[in-house]
């Protein structure tokens, strides 16, 4: 069972940063797809970023491109979310998972292993 451990989120005002950090309990990010996801109080879990195994190719949801930047360091079993002018509707629970399929993917159900979230709050 592959454990995921998200830190990093916390209160911010907006236009700030925040980065997000999602440790894996054993060599999983090198075999795995990594994505971030978040969900609002009433709303559905959404897709944010997403990176391949090797690291190379990112995937982003159009209303953080640009201001998002998703990474990985497979030799510390991590995966990071840069996450920069942030905005008050950038206000969720932020989720790390690994996918079981090949690639990137923004599907919710393509995502095996799920950590148990951080807050993120971004005030106005």
């Known amino acids: 069972q592959v454990q995921l451990v998200e830190s990093g989120g916390g209160l911010v005002q907006a236009g700030g940063s925040l980065r997000l950090s999602c440790a894996a309990s054993?060599?999983?990010?090198?075999?795995?797809?990594m994505g971030w996801f978040r969900q609002a109080p009433g709303k559905e879990r959404m897709f944010v970023a997403g990176i391949n195994w090797s690291g190379d190719n990112t995937y982003y949801a159009n209303s953080v491109k640009g201001r998002f930047t998703i990474s990985k360091d497979n030799a510390k079993n991590t995966v990071y979310l840069q996450m920069n002018s942030l905005k008050p509707e950038d206000t969720a629970v932020y989720y790390c998972?690994?996918?079981?399929?090949?690639?990137?993917?923004?599907?919710?159900?393509?995502?095996?292993?799920w950590g148990q979230g951080t807050q993120v709050t971004v005030s106005s």
């Open positions: 998972a690994a996918s079981h399929v090949a690639g990137i993917t923004s599907r919710v159900g393509d995502y095996r292993y």
């Open positions: 054993e060599r999983t990010l090198s075999s795995y797809a």
